[in-house]
């Protein structure tokens, strides 16, 4: 076995990934299962879950789809404990599932403030607590990713308080969950990405303009997906064994500007 599979090598892990039919998810299921793990995309779009399957099936890698709306409890339990019937328990979750539709500060709902944080942060919640009931069930250490957001440490565009809010959450709950499962040999940590070219971050700019965002360019370019699967792909390999309860920015350089 070479150097960098030991590192970075995930040829006898489960991986299961939320929001995989488009953007970060989708890319992240691809690089997982390049690296050797067996793959569930975890989408409440049934289509776009298939494809992404078939797309990673047919380079001879193992993907298969979960169609689940992550906000429905006993429809998270049920998921999971099927996928892990199937491909074996998780040892790999990768929290990604989330919406980022804008509203004016002065304008957000009670009830869109309640449903962003149910997609963000509950569904969220509910995958984390499932997948590491699985992974202590089966006596295996594991890794969990929460895709937060830049947005918790600097605003970057106007109209995201609810979901900045939902992801400040989905911070502090990373640290609590990696102290509380550590002692299971579980790793909790987040990546928080600046601005990401996505379907989903172009549809919530589609949904209501609600002012300008920050003018600073990214130092290093633009952020796409690949590269917010490149930090996934580090913290749930060999290489990370040690860390835990940490959030990473991957941002381009935006907040040293």
């Known amino acids: ?26 890319a992240v299921a ?22 992404v399957a078939r797309e990673i099936r047919a380079r001879d890698l193992d993907a298969s789809e979960v169609v689940v709306d992550i906000t429905g409890e006993a429809a998270v339990i049920d998921a999971v404990a099927d996928a892990a019937a199937r491909l074996g328990a998780p040892t790999i979750l990768v929290n990604n599932a989330g919406v980022q539709d804008r509203e004016p ?13 149910r997609i963000n942060l509950r569904g969220a919640f509910l995958m984390l607590r499932e997948c590491a009931k699985a992974m202590v069930a089966a006596g295996r250490p594991g890794a969990i990713v929460n895709i937060a957001s830049l947005g918790v440490e600097h605003p970057m565009i106007p109209g995201l308080a609810a ?38 971050s172009s549809h919530g700019a589609a949904r209501k ?8 360019p990214a130092p290093l370019g633009q952020l796409m997906p690949p590269d917010i699967a490149a930090a996934v792909a580090f913290l749930v390999s060999p290489a990370a ?10 941002d381009s350089g935006w907040l040293l500007t």
């Not at 970075?8 to 039919?21: E, I, K, P």
């Not at 500060?105 to 944080?117: A, P, V």
């Not at 064994?241 to 990473?248: D, F, N, V, Y």
Request: some cysteine.
């Open 30 to 51: 691809h690089c997982l299962a390049e690296l050797g793990a067996r793959v569930a995309i975890f989408d409440r779009d049934a289509e776009g879950a298939a494809r």
């Open 105 to 117: 500060m002065l304008d957000i709902t009670g009830d869109e403030w309640d449903r962003i944080q």
């Open 209 to 216: 303009v609600v002012g300008p965002g920050s003018t600073r």
């Open 163 to 200: 979901y900045s809010a939902s992801k400040g959450g989905l911070k502090a709950l990373t640290r609590n969950a990696a102290f509380e499962l550590m002692a299971h040999g579980i790793r909790v940590n987040a990546i928080l990405p600046g601005g990401v070219a996505t379907p989903g």
């Open 1 to 26: 076995m070479s150097a960098a599979d030991r590192l970075l090598g995930l040829g006898d892990q489960v991986a299961f990934v939320t929001g995989a039919a488009s953007g970060i998810g989708e």
């Open 241 to 250: 064994q040690k860390i835990t309860g940490q959030s990473l920015a991957v």
